[in-house]
Structures are given as C-alpha cells and as structure tokens.
C-alpha cells in the first residue's frame, strides 16, 4: 500500500489550495489518514487526524476530507498565508505498518 | 506535559551499527493503546517510517529495513531504543522518535529529532 501525493502546489495568499494523497494497492478508507505539515527546519506536526478532525489549536482554515471513488484523501486548506509556505504529509497504515505519502511541498506566493 | 528526546551519536561510520535513543516524559511507555515510533528523514527527502513497539511490546519494523534495525522498550527508564546495523552513508538522516496512538494510528508528539551523519 502506497500513498501518492503531489510533488509541489503553488497558490497565492488569501486563496484555496487542495492537497491530494492517493492511496495505491488498498483501499484508502480501510484505515485512518492522517495529514502532518512541517515548516522548514521544524518538526512535523499533527494538522487533521481521523481523516477529517483537528487537533485542538490547528485552525479551521485546515480541513480533511475522503474520496472513496477515487481513493484519495485530501487536505484543504483556505485563506492562504505565508505562513502555510510548508511541506505536507499523509500518513495511514497498510493494515499492519504506517505508511508515508512522499510530501507535498506548497509554496504561498 | 508529554516531552520524547532523542539521543545518540551525530557521526557514525560506515559499516558501523547506530544505537538511539528515545527518552519519554509526561506518559508512560507502558501507558495502554500508545506506542513510540522511530522516523528519519534525509536531508530534502521525505518523512520514513522506520520501526514502532507499542505499549505490550508488539514490535513492528519496517519491510524494507527490518533485517537491520532492533526496537526495544525499556519500561524503567521509559525509554525506547533504536538500533541499526550495517550503516551506509544512504543513511545520512535527521531521526525522529514520536508517539503513536493505536486507536487511530496518529503521530500527536514528536521529539526535536537528532542528526545523523554515516560517513566512511
């Protein structure tokens, strides 16, 4: 089981921007996804867990969401700022271990 | 407050077996339903999952690595320790150790990480 994700997304401050994270060899909702964002130099941090909630403290500009039609989760994330200049990682299991998507660096512009 | 540090060498050799460390406060490592995961990331690379013991001592290694790497939980120091063999300058990494929740799998606390550096 493997989870694809986007190499690199750009968007503009004050605008929506969608992370993708596809699930290959297994379906995406057997287990929960998870999505982590890491600023530069920083460690990760939790920002959706259970595939749609929050941690206390993460705002809610951040959402998650699950498409079984695709087998794909996604992350949005709404009134861009500088700030979310960061790089995103989803994160479910394969039944028995966890499982990393690649990272997807978002660049706010 | 929840606190996991990892400890170890920043330059090892190639060849040469890499022994870390994961001290945990602020929980127990014996706490039910939780367990601590060990992670690397190269430099401009993304996140690896490398190895997870949860509270019960279930042990799980990563497929691609497990024939080198040994996870073991100390209950009395509430500590967990990494250890891996036959290290390669491939393995030049920051490691992280984190805390994992069975009930959902969430990475909720993670240490500062520790550089690491294999060179011959």
């Known amino acids: 089981f493997m989870l694809i994700q986007p190499h690199s997304v750009s968007e503009s401050p004050g605008k929506t921007v969608t992370i993708s994270c596809t699930g290959s060899g297994d379906s995406i909702t057997r287990n929960y996804v998870q999505w982590y964002q890491q600023r530069p130099g920083s460690v990760p941090t939790p920002l959706i867990y259970e595939d749609v909630r929050r941690p206390a403290g993460v705002p809610d500009r951040f959402s998650g969401s699950i498409d079984s039609s695709s087998n794909s989760a996604s992350l949005t994330i709404s009134g861009l700022k500088t700030e979310d200049d960061a790089d995103y990682y989803c994160q479910s299991y394969d039944g028995t271990n966890p499982v990393f998507g690649g990272g997807t660096k978002l660049t706010v512009l | 407050q929840i606190t996991l540090k990892e400890s170890g060498p920043t330059l090892v050799k190639t060849t040469q077996s890499l022994t870390l460390t994961c001290s945990v406060s602020?929980?127990?490592?014996?706490?039910?339903?939780?367990?601590v995961a060990w992670l690397r990331q190269p430099p401009g690379k993304a996140l690896e999952w490398l190895a997870l013991v949860y509270w019960n001592d279930d042990e799980r290694l990563s497929p691609s690595l497990k024939s080198r790497l040994t996870i073991k939980k100390d209950s009395f120091k509430n500590q967990v320790v990494l250890t891996m063999t036959d290290m390669d300058p491939v393995d030049t990494a920051t490691y992280f150790c984190?805390?994992?929740?069975?009930?959902?799998?969430?990475?909720?606390?993670w240490g500062q990480g520790t550089p690491v550096t294999v060179s011959s």
């Open positions: 984190a805390r994992t929740l069975l009930e959902n799998g969430l990475f909720d606390y």
């Open positions: 602020g929980y127990s490592v014996d706490d039910v339903v939780m367990g």
